[in-house]
């Protein structure tokens, strides 16, 4: 049987597409020349003894890297009910897994994988509705696990690193390792990993040429482990790449508002 040729054109068009919402969502609003409040905003904040576990700043949620614990906030055993308001947030409300997802189906059109389903918007729908079921049951499958014994689902910003290295040290241990209902002694990360090879094999139940569901079991397991260090390693730094940002564009602010926002220098006659 002929096999079909990639269809790079549309692959193209769909990672544009996905990099067009990442600069949206990233956007911010352009200086304005106008009045401005020069007052500096208040850098007070409530001790975070103050704030109950389950207040939305306990839970924050990024919409491109998951849940995490900032650096300043103690860690809090989490309750039902914040368990799956994280669920939802994760899986349903914010586009960190639509993301996601995005990016596996590019990469899956453009390899042909599954080689089953065409290379066509159909078979690019097929391969977007799989990978997010594939995501949806682990995301399901390490909430519930991680439920039954209380151990912690989020990712915690180093508090006691004093040096780049110790950083990344511990955002590549934290994707193998958890806190347990204490939050403080570690347990190994069982249940996200028996979670990502548990949805990799049951996407193997609905794609064509019925894959080994071992096979596939192994390759989530594989992805789980590069994915989770590189998503650790942004949520770690996040911060720092902000403030660089920041700093970049208050530089470019001042040197617009100095050309543009000035009044006229007054024409002298000959």
């Known amino acids: ?141 390490t909430a519930i696990g991680d439920a039954m014994p209380g151990w912690e689902v989020r990712y915690d910003r180093c508090r006691n690193c004093s040096g780049t290295w110790q950083r990344v040290k511990h955002a590549t241990v934290r994707n193998f390792v958890t806190y347990g209902s204490d939050e403080k002694s570690l347990r190994p990360q069982v249940f996200l990993y028996a979670a990502s090879f548990a949805g990799a094999s049951l996407s193997a139940l609905w794609q064509p040429y019925r894959p080994s569901p071992l096979v596939k079991g192994y390759q989530g397991v594989a992805t789980q482990a590069w994915v989770g260090v590189s998503i650790n390693l942004l949520s770690e730094f996040a911060p720092d790449l902000k403030r660089a940002i920041g700093r970049d564009k208050r530089k470019a602010a001042v040197a617009i508002d100095s050309r543009t926002c000035l009044p006229p220098v007054p024409h002298r006659a000959p």
């Not at 352009?30 to 007052?39: E, L, R, V, W, Y």
């Not at 042909?112 to 399901?140: E, T």
């Open 1 to 141: 049987m002929r096999r079909r040729t990639p269809n790079t054109s549309f692959c193209q068009m769909i990672g544009r597409a996905l990099c067009l919402l990442a600069a949206i969502f990233l956007s911010l609003a352009p200086p304005d020349c106008g009045a401005q409040d020069t007052t500096p905003p208040s850098t007070e904040k409530p001790p975070a003894s103050a704030q109950p576990p389950g207040s939305k700043e306990q839970l924050p949620v990024n919409w491109l890297y998951g849940a995490f614990v900032p650096k300043e906030a103690p860690l809090h055993a989490l309750s039902d009910a914040d368990r799956w308001r994280l669920f939802v947030r994760m899986s349903f409300t914010t586009p960190g897994i639509y993301i996601k997802t995005g990016f596996f189906t590019v990469s899956d059109q453009a390899r042909d994988a599954p080689p089953g389903w065409p290379q066509d918007p159909d078979g690019f729908a097929k391969r977007l509705g799989s990978r997010y079921a594939q995501f949806l049951m682990q995301n399901s499958f």
